[in-house]
């Protein structure tokens, strides 16, 4: 089992940055390629961004490209969001997960955290 633990969320203006930490816990973090999803109301769940195992390759979603960056530290077991030029359309519940190799698929990821709230006012 792994356990994830999201924090840093909050409200923000547009044009705003956030940062976004998820601790991990219960296996070697480094064994797991790690993942950020977002899910608003009356949304599905979406991508947001992934880094692999070693952290040397990252995915992002269209979205979001260019303005959020992900980032992990082994040694901390934590997986970061830097979140930057933010958009009232970035606001959701953003939710931190692991898997064994990088996806953009939630359906990929079996362990997740309980996610931080994330609110951009326009």
């Known amino acids: 089992q792994v356990q994830l633990v999201e924090s840093g969320g909050g409200l923000v203006q547009a044009g705003g940055s956030l940062r976004l930490s998820c601790a991990a816990s219960?296996?070697?973090?480094?064994?797991?390629?790690m993942g950020w999803f977002r899910q608003a109301p009356g949304k599905e769940r979406e991508f947001v961004a992934a880094?692999?195992?070693?952290?040397?390759?990252?995915l992002y979603a269209d979205s979001v490209k260019g303005r959020f960056d992900i980032s992990r530290g082994n040694a901390k077991n934590t997986v970061y969001l830097q979140m930057n030029s933010l958009k009232p359309e970035d606001t959701a519940v953003y939710y931190c997960?692991?898997?064994?190799?990088?996806?953009?698929?939630?359906?990929?990821?079996?362990?997740w955290g309980q996610g931080t709230q994330v609110t951009v006012s326009s």
């Open positions: 880094i692999s195992r070693s952290g040397g390759d990252t």
């Open positions: 219960g296996r070697t973090f480094s064994n797991y390629a």
């Open positions: 997960a692991s898997s064994s190799d990088s996806s953009y698929y939630p359906r990929d990821y079996p362990y």
